[in-house]
């Protein structure tokens, strides 16, 4: 779930929006289940639209679309990689270090050796995983401590798909710059066999933690904002100006199937029903982004990136409390998480992003 750079076409979508309200909805919906917060409104309407935009779903569509973008305009794999890397990389070495001191000074972290933690931080690092972490050094975590049993870093997973989707997207993008029609035929074949291996593969399945995590069974998801990207001068027309169509059948699905089973749409096992109503989602997300005036809300600040890294923190420090089920929660997480984001923002990300644009700059004069 990694930040994304800006479309080409310019500053006039609402992207940087819509990854806000993605991480948001990922907050609120880890606050609703893990602090318990929501308990009496299982099935309202409150319920049904929180779950029924996913900000995962959300989150993979827009890096599709916004990250083929970037491949597209980069000069070099190279270039491609280090931008990426320099906006991915900084903040998560920064979350992970704050989390294992957390776990480190609460009694939850048991560091045996240097070098062997060492070993295990650097994996950690790398790939954003814990669990190959764990399965290619030791297992430090304690299970005992302020923080229990609970892991700070649950979310990550998601990071760790998203930096196999760098490392996939370059070759299938190879093939579409050579050839065109072929190369969009193996984008498509691409997804039909992630979503086939999303019937076996998933979150879910602890006994394959290393497909499990990767773009393998989610690149169906990417693969929707990787062709709208490739074709967006023959498709903009559907969505540019037609939010207002996108977000009445979204809603009108959503109701329908609130109705019948439930409005959480689910991205762990590919269900026929959710892959449509993603697809839908999908649609209603690059409308958004381009059929509305672009706010100046954020005033160039890009917190999303950092919600998604600090908000399980702060929960689970929350939990370590023992302040749950309180309704009051729902102003001090998102406080207490937003603050973090902002440092994250302002001391780490910016710089980071300014390197990143001198290095660029600089590349360009040296040509």
């Known amino acids: 779930m990694g930040p994304s750079n800006e479309h080409s076409s310019g500053h006039r979508n609402n992207f940087d929006l819509l990854r806000l309200f993605a991480a948001c909805q990922v907050m609120f919906s880890h606050a609703w289940n893990w602090l318990h ?3 009496s409104l299982n099935g309202t309407a409150a319920f049904n639209l929180l779950f029924s935009t996913p900000g995962v779903a959300i989150f993979f569509v827009i890096s599709g679309f916004l990250v083929t973008d970037s491949y597209i ?7 491609f990689f280090v931008k990426r890397s320099l906006r991915i990389f900084p903040a998560l070495f920064v979350n992970i270090a704050v989390m294992e001191l957390a776990l480190l000074v609460t009694g939850g972290l048991n560091v045996t050796g240097i070098l062997q933690y060492l070993s295990y931080f650097t994996v950690y690092i790398l790939t954003a995983a814990r669990i190959w972490a764990v399965y290619f050094t030791y297992e ?9 049993v609970s892991d700070p870093s649950g979310v990550l997973w998601t990071l760790t798909v998203e930096l196999t989707f760098y490392l996939t997207l370059p070759t299938l993008l190879e093939f579409w710059r050579r050839w065109k029609r072929a190369g969009a035929l193996v984008v498509a074949v691409a997804a039909l066999g992630s979503w086939v291996m999303a019937q076996h593969f998933n979150i879910t399945d602890r006994y394959n933690p290393f497909l499990s995590v990767t773009v393998g069974p989610t690149f169906w998801i990417f693969s929707m904002g990787v062709l709208a990207r490739l074709y967006w001068h023959r498709v903009s027309r559907i969505f540019e100006g037609k939010l207002l169509w996108w977000l009445a059948t979204h809603l009108a699905i959503t109701w329908w199937v609130a109705g019948t089973s439930a409005a959480f749409i689910s991205i762990n096992n590919a ?5 449509f109503r993603i697809a839908i989602l999908a ?27 600090y908000h399980m923190l702060v929960m689970h420090t929350l939990i370590g409390i023992g302040w749950v089920g309180h309704w009051w929660l729902w102003i001090v997480e998102p406080v207490g998480t937003v603050a973090l984001a902002a440092l994250s923002w302002a001391l780490i990300e910016k710089p980071a992003m300014k390197l990143r644009t001198s290095l660029v700059a600089r590349r360009l004069s040296v040509a």
Do not use: E, K
Request: aromatic share 12%; glycine share 12%.
């Open 140 to 148: 430090p975590y304690t299970m005992s401590g302020f923080y229990g």
């Open 37 to 39: 917060l929501g308990d």
């Open 283 to 309: 649609g209603l997300v690059l409308s958004a982004a381009y059929s509305v005036p672009r706010p100046n809300l954020l005033r160039g600040q890009d917190l999303s990136y950092g919600i998604y890294l």
């Open 271 to 275: 269900a026929p029903v959710d892959t």
């Open 73 to 79: 305009r980069s000069s070099s794999a190279a270039s």
